[in-house]
């Protein structure tokens, strides 16, 4: 016999990313063996005015995850940034936990949040942004179009931040070429409709000390709210900006592959 079967990974984008933005983690996962899927989010078809929501994102996330679930796979989800409110808003009841309940084979073996909106019901994104009473930063970091598009002032400052990490700047300039140039920041303000995913599965969380998108302050309260509800988190921290898929991707993909092993 060979060595077991990896799960299956699913990594779902933050906002303004496509799944080519994803090139170098994604890599990264197959090189040790993993099947990577990144389906294309519908926030960021360029729609203008747009015409998508929270909703679309996560009927389209349920679809895919669903249909590999249900062909029997073991699931783990890598959600990074806005992709932990889709993730979190669309996946309950694809556990394994739940699913072998039922009889059935295959399930969402473990959540990976990476500084990602691990929000609860009835949260969002611009809300806990209010919480924080951060919303005027909102206008210097972001042209906010009539129709509620979000256009960035200048990606690199809030997404890579002054530390390159392992990256250089051509690097970081394909990734942010990558981008798509506005995103459906009316999405910010749906709320999770719940349950959230995170109640019935195991979830970890991956600290970006850097970041100057998602805070380590939201992170924290965003952990601390799920722990709250009693479900344990296991932490790790990375000294990088918002987008360790790019600046530490070595890093990112040894804390993937390591609670991974540790989910069988």
């Known amino acids: 016999m060979g060595p077991p079967q990896k799960p299956t990974v699913v990594h779902v984008n933050g906002a303004w990313h496509i799944p080519k933005s994803m090139t170098k983690l994604i890599s990264a996962l197959r ?8 389906p294309r989010m519908t926030s960021v078809n360029g729609a ?18 669903s ?3 249900e062909a029997g796979r073991d699931v783990v989800v890598l959600m990074h940034s806005y992709g932990g409110k889709v993730g979190t808003n ?8 739940v699913r072998s309940q039922k009889k059935l084979q295959g399930g969402i073996i473990q959540l990976i949040y990476i500084c990602a909106f691990a929000l609860g019901e009835g949260q969002s994104m611009a809300g806990l942004v ?15 179009e ?18 390159l990490g392992e990256s250089d700047e051509q690097e970081v300039q394909e990734y942010l070429n990558s981008l798509v140039p506005v995103w459906n920041g009316l999405c910010m303000k749906d709320t999770v409709t719940g349950p959230a995913a995170w109640k019935e599965n195991p979830v970890a ?5 850097k970041d100057n998108m998602v805070p380590l302050e939201y992170q924290k309260s965003l952990v601390a709210n799920i722990e709250k509800d009693g479900r344990k988190v ?15 991707t070595r890093e990112l993909v040894g804390i993937i592959d390591g609670v991974i092993a540790g989910s069988k």
Do not use: Q, W
Not at 48 to 65: A, F, K, Q, W
Not at 205 to 209: F, K, L, Q, S
């Open 48 to 65: 203008r005015p747009p015409n998508t929501s929270l909703n679309t994102d996560s009927e389209l996330l349920r679809s895919y995850v």
């Open 205 to 209: 969380y991956v600290y970006c000390t």
């Open 130 to 144: 209010a919480d924080f009473g951060h919303e005027e930063l909102m206008p210097l970091v972001f042209h906010i």
């Open 234 to 248: 296991k932490t790790f921290t990375l000294e990088t900006g918002h987008c360790p898929n790019v600046t530490a």
């Open 90 to 97: 669309a996946l309950h009841g694809l556990s394994r936990e």
């Open 31 to 38: 090189a040790l063996d993993y099947e990577v899927h990144c």
């Open 146 to 163: 009539e129709d509620g598009g979000l256009r960035f002032r200048d990606a690199k400052g809030p997404l890579i931040g002054d530390d």
């Open 67 to 69: 249909s590999l679930v």
